[in-house]
Structure formats: C-alpha cells, structure tokens
C-alpha cells in the first residue's frame, strides 16, 4: 500500500513537471481553464478558470492576477498566497487545460450565440457558448451540472453593463430549479455563473 502510494506521488510529480515544461512558454489568457495542484493538501486540487479581466479565485488565496503571466508566476502568486495555511510553503502545480473535441463540437451553433463563464463548484468549469435567450437552468445543464459540494441556493451571476461595473444577483438555483421561483434569468454575453462551495450544514 505504502508503495503504491509512494509510486502515485511520483507518477504526479513527474506528469506535472513534464506539463509545466511543456508549458512554461505560455503566456495565460482569459478563458483558459487552469489545472491546480497541491501537494501537500489534495483537497486544493481543483480546476479554475480564468475570468474576462485576467482574474482567478482560489480558496484561502483570493482573487489573483493570471492573464498575461506564465505558468510558474501563477504557480509563483499561488504558492505565497496559500502559504499561511501551511507550516511551510505549499508544493504547487498549475497546468492548462487543452480544449477536447468534443467540447469545441458543441460550441458550434446555429444562430446568434453568447459565452458563459462557469466558476467554482461546477463538473465543467470554463467557457460555455450557447443560443442567445438561453436560461440559467438551460446553461447549468449544457455545462455539465453542478458538483456535489455546490451551494446551489447562492450562485452568483456576475455581469458587467454597459457602464463597465460589475454587479452581482444572487439566485437560488435549487428554487428555480424546483420550480418554486418561476424567473428563470436569460443570459447575456459575458455573464459569470459562480458557483459557490457549500458550507458546513447548508
């Protein structure tokens, strides 16, 4: 069992390491979906996306900077920014998510569309693009649904206006969903749909 254990870590340090050289040239834009991983605590490892203005959040690290920096200054930005929670500065691994086929296939549409950015606790995180009139219950299902550890009574939808502030609606996705609330929103080009972890007991 030790062995086997010993034998994953090697196996994810070496896939890691062959990633980040891969990739240590590529300059992070906004869409791109990052793979992060911690050693040291796997309950960090998580997909994060990276938002219109640069921007990605990472639980006890904030909100960071990523568009126009490299793979090992985010990994840099992340490792200080998680230190604290550590009794010494966490290993951190950040990779990008290539685009499957498949996905690219469905972006394809008839018609007028829109992207979607999905965040947070849902199984695939990153640009959705769909029809122009499509509904957060439409969307939620086209991106692949929310995890098991949503808060599915406070997801955020994030959209910026014309004015270029950002404001946030708070929406029960579960009421809506249940059809107890009966406004399901339409999106709009650019709209951020952050979904947060649930809390202890919600």
């Not at 921007?55 to 909100?63: D, L, R, W, Y």
């Not at 500065?89 to 296939?105: H, L, M, W």
């Not at 955020?156 to 708070?170: F, K, N, Y």
């Not at 999106?187 to 951020?192: E, Y």
Request: with cysteine; glycine share 10%; net charge neutral.
């Amino acid at each position: 069992m030790k062995f086997l254990r010993f034998f994953s870590v090697v196996m994810v340090l070496m896939f890691c390491a062959i990633s980040a050289q891969a990739q240590s040239d590529y300059t992070i834009r906004p869409g791109d979906v990052l793979q992060v991983e911690v050693l040291e605590d796997p309950s960090f490892n998580r997909a994060v996306i990276v938002l219109p203005n640069g921007q990605i959040s990472f639980p006890f690290a904030g909100t960071l900077m990523a568009g126009g920096r490299t793979i090992g200054q985010v990994q840099a930005a992340l490792r200080g920014a998680l230190s604290s929670n550590f009794a010494a500065a966490p290993t951190v691994f950040v990779g990008v998510r290539p685009t499957s086929d498949e996905q690219a296939g469905q972006d394809v549409l008839l018609g007028p569309a829109i992207d979607v950015y999905f965040v947070g606790e849902v199984n695939r995180p990153g640009i959705v693009q769909v029809k122009e009139g499509t509904t957060l219950l439409q969307a939620v299902a086209v991106s692949g649904g929310v995890s098991r550890f949503a808060a599915i009574k406070r997801i955020q939808l994030r959209r910026t206006g014309s004015d270029g502030v950002q404001r946030v609606t708070i929406l029960n996705y579960k009421a809506i969903a249940d059809g107890a609330v009966t406004n399901d929103i339409e999106l709009r080009d650019g709209d951020v749909i952050l979904v947060p972890e649930r809390r202890l007991f919600e």
